[in-house]
């Protein structure tokens, strides 16, 4: 299957994305798993009891002996992790966002980044995942954090072909990387014989009037609202940024030269997360107009992912309306 | 059960004041931890001359033992025991507290030969070890790891959980030193938090356990030589010591945990060294 989207054709993307197969990027990431396992023997798995909702279930069949649970204590297990690495063990740590990120953040700098040590974070159930479970598990930071790590790579997919690779792609960097990981089911975006480039964006779509820089289910929706702007006579730029660190700088700035504004979009905190990264780019070298559309420095409140999104102005209709007003 | 002789003891005290003098003569450039350096020198002395299987000549020699401080403070201890084995030349060791030195307070992996893991920051040390116990078993390798904890350090939750994933897992190729010396920062362990009972709390773990006096070569050698105590067991030797062991105005002073010192008290507090080493090899002898 070819890429959905056609870069010349506007209007293109949101015509198929309503024909769209929906896929878990939880299932793509576990059958990733599974295969780097049969490639390389260096692979293993560390759960925080976190495997059977993680993409690890499968893994732990069919290599137990490379399947190690040290149950609910991530300071511990991101220790362990790191202490694997350092025997040539490419070790993939997985627990909810906030226990993977936030409760073991120093184990994360001192013990992977400093080191600079291979092991790969999967950060599950980013964004409004599981927003019914409060802010706890909502954890709209983790981007904020990681960020501000040297050595870290981040990578945050939008669609099954894009979690399929980045697995295969963390496992070739030398270094840690945290992989935000969505429940959500994700329209395909890519087709299969998509190719994940570390460090690249892509432009799902071209246009003259703004860009639009979105990363995991923003894309999607960054997508579907260009189609609204242009059907108000706003041609929009979307581009897919899911390496947040590092930034693809060249596509923002050869972007923003063209359309002289940019808007980003995240399921996440403004505060240092995809908008501050690209803002960091565009403050030094081409200072355009910008909006960063996400969530404004708050604890959110809780309710199921569609209220959310359309709460905090993050569907398709919302986008669109906050980029009128922003060109208005 | 395996003795050492007095002759062996000799050597051993010889060479952890050999390296309390030198560690000394780092502190010219005004400060260091030495308090619990010298508590868990004769600990180290002990692990890189009798017990770990490894190769000054080759630190990364995969079949090697590892070592792991956790207590990563401590390392001047370290650093003087690797220049003592030949890991590095002497001199490096008196580039201690300048501008990017090798020798920096807490100890950096990628900085010095021989140091297994970066540390500084308490708590980390036993859930990595614990990995590099288990790669082993992956591995199909024989390679032990040791690890030195502080008892302050013991108040840190990351150790009970590794303390609790090395028994699930049982790990016996690990084991860890606690050197208790019963001081930290601010005071007395037992009055700021206290950690005790550290052989009880290890055993309720899962843990092998023995007590032994961190000062008797002989006591170290012996338990640091029977581990694993029970097979299928990770094992714990809780060291008594005293901080800063050998320099008698500053043992069991809590204000030596990090000492501030004038260049011109180094002579004196060497002579005081030498003094400590020449009763103990008397004692000896005797």
């Known amino acids: ?328 | 059960m395996q003795q050492l002789s007095g002759k062996d003891i000799s050597e051993l005290i010889e060479s952890s004041y050999r390296c309390r003098k030198n560690i000394l003569k780092m502190m010219r450039q005004g400060e260091g931890h030495i308090g619990g350096a010298f508590s868990s020198l004769d600990i180290l002395t002990v692990i890189y001359n009798k017990i770990l299987r490894h190769d000054p000549k080759n630190p990364k020699w995969a079949d090697r033992d590892r070592f792991i401080l956790s207590a990563g403070h401590k390392c001047l201890a370290l650093y003087a025991v690797l220049a003592d084995q030949g890991y590095f030349k002497e001199e490096i060791l008196y580039t201690y507290n300048t501008f990017d030195t090798p020798v920096a307070m807490h100890p950096e992996e990628k900085r010095l030969p021989g140091i297994e893991f970066s540390t500084g920051s308490l708590g980390h040390g036993l859930p990595v070890a614990n990995a590099i116990a288990l790669a082993a078993r992956l591995d199909k390798k024989d390679y032990r790891v040791f690890v030195i904890l502080g008892d302050g350090e013991s108040a840190e939750g990351s150790v009970w959980e590794a303390a609790m994933a090395a028994a699930h897992h049982k790990t016996d190729n690990l084991t860890v030193i606690i050197d208790r010396n019963g001081l930290q920062v601010n005071g007395r362990t037992s009055e700021i938090m206290d950690s005790s009972p550290l052989e009880e709390k290890f055993k309720a773990f899962g843990w092998a356990v023995q007590t032994v006096d961190g000062h008797d070569f002989n006591r170290i050698y012996q338990a640091l030589a029977s581990v694993p105590f029970t097979r299928g067991k990770p094992s714990c030797i809780v060291a008594d010591t005293i901080k800063c062991k050998g320099l008698p105005f500053g043992e069991d002073n809590f204000q030596f945990h990090h000492w501030h010192c004038e260049a011109s008290e180094i002579d004196n507090a060497i002579n005081l060294v030498e003094g400590q080493m020449g009763k103990e090899l008397d004692k000896v002898a005797k």
């Open chain 1, 1 to 328: 299957m070819q890429n959905n989207i056609d870069n010349k054709k506007a209007g293109a993307a949101a015509i198929n994305l309503q024909q769209a197969v929906i896929e878990d990027p939880r299932k793509r990431f576990s059958d990733a798993l599974v295969e780097l396992g049969a490639k390389n023997s260096n692979v293993i798995y560390v759960s925080c009891d976190s495997s059977l909702g993680a993409s690890g279930a499968e893994f732990n069949k069919r290599y137990p002996e490379r399947h190690f649970e040290f149950g609910i204590a991530e300071q511990n297990a991101m220790g362990e992790a790191a202490g694997f690495a350092t025997c040539g063990k490419i070790p993939f740590i997985a627990a909810y966002v906030p226990f993977v990120t936030l409760r073991c953040f120093e184990q994360i700098r001192d013990d992977l980044c400093k080191p600079k040590l291979s092991v790969k974070i999967m950060g599950n159930n980013c964004g409004f995942s599981v927003s019914a479970l409060g802010p706890t598990h909502t954890v709209l930071e983790d981007v904020s954090v990681m960020r501000s790590l040297p050595n870290m790579t981040i990578l945050s997919p939008c669609d099954g072909p894009e979690y399929y690779q980045a697995a295969f792609a963390a496992a070739e960097i030398d270094g840690p990387v945290y992989i935000r990981i969505h429940r959500t089911k994700t329209k395909k975006i890519h087709g299969d014989d998509f190719r994940l480039k570390v460090g690249r964006g892509e432009i799902l779509r071209e246009g003259t009037d703004i860009t639009l820089i979105a990363c995991s289910t923003m894309v999607a929706n960054a997508l579907e609202a260009s189609s609204i702007l242009e059907n108000k006579g706003i041609s929009a730029e979307v581009i897919n940024m899911s390496t947040i660190k590092p930034v693809d700088r060249e596509l923002i700035l050869a972007s923003s030269s063209k359309t002289k504004k940019v808007a980003t979009v995240e399921e996440h905190s403004i505060v240092n997360g995809l908008g501050t990264a690209v803002a960091d780019v565009l403050i030094k070298e081409n200072p355009v107009k910008m909006k960063m559309i996400g969530i404004n420095d708050l604890f959110a409140t809780v309710g199921d992912y569609g209220e959310m999104i359309e709460y905090y102005g993050l569907s398709p209709a919302g986008i669109a309306a906050s980029i009128e007003e922003f060109l208005r």
